[in-house]
């Protein structure tokens, strides 16, 4: 058993630590940031987190991880228990976290790409030259 609380760290240091975490246990009122949340799911890393006052829409009960009331301890040490008690949840759990990260992501890049094509259409072309300041043929 053990608990690390690292407290500021580097990205490169949150990924290790996250990548060989049994879960992420986020216990606070406000939502942990999202790219720490991006991070863990990416990597795989089941979360368990009090529900708060908004939580992330990123969390997804019994989908991503386990959201449990922000006042309710018992739960919240319940949930831990279980995911550490439980490979198959775990295994499920970061299954779908790591699907939907990289839906998530393929989706953002796809919209990014799109604007940049846009945006290059956009752009008139000087006689001779494309965009990309290529000769013309």
């Keep these: 058993e053990q608990v ?29 940031a ?4 991006e991070t863990s799911l990416a990597l795989g890393t089941p979360i368990v987190s009090s ?3 908004k939580p992330s829409s990123l969390l997804i009960h019994e989908e991503t991880g386990l959201l449990v009331p922000t006042t309710n301890l018992d739960r919240f040490q319940a949930a831990l228990s279980q995911l ?3 490979p ?12 939907r990260m990289a839906f998530r992501i393929n989706r953002q890049l ?24 290529c000769q013309g043929r």
């Design 84 to 86: 550490a008690n439980n």
């Design 4 to 32: 690390c609380f690292a407290g500021m760290q580097p990205p490169e240091r949150i990924r290790a630590l996250l990548a060989s975490s049994l879960c992420l246990a986020h216990a606070a009122d406000q939502p942990p």
């Design 88 to 99: 198959s949840l775990r295994e499920s759990l970061a299954e779908c976290a790591r699907t």
């Design 34 to 37: 999202d790219l720490t949340l």
């Design 51 to 53: 529900s708060g006052k």
């Design 110 to 133: 796809g919209e990014r790409l799109e604007s940049i094509y846009n945006d290059l259409l956009r752009k008139p072309v000087s006689s001779g030259r494309s965009s990309f300041g």
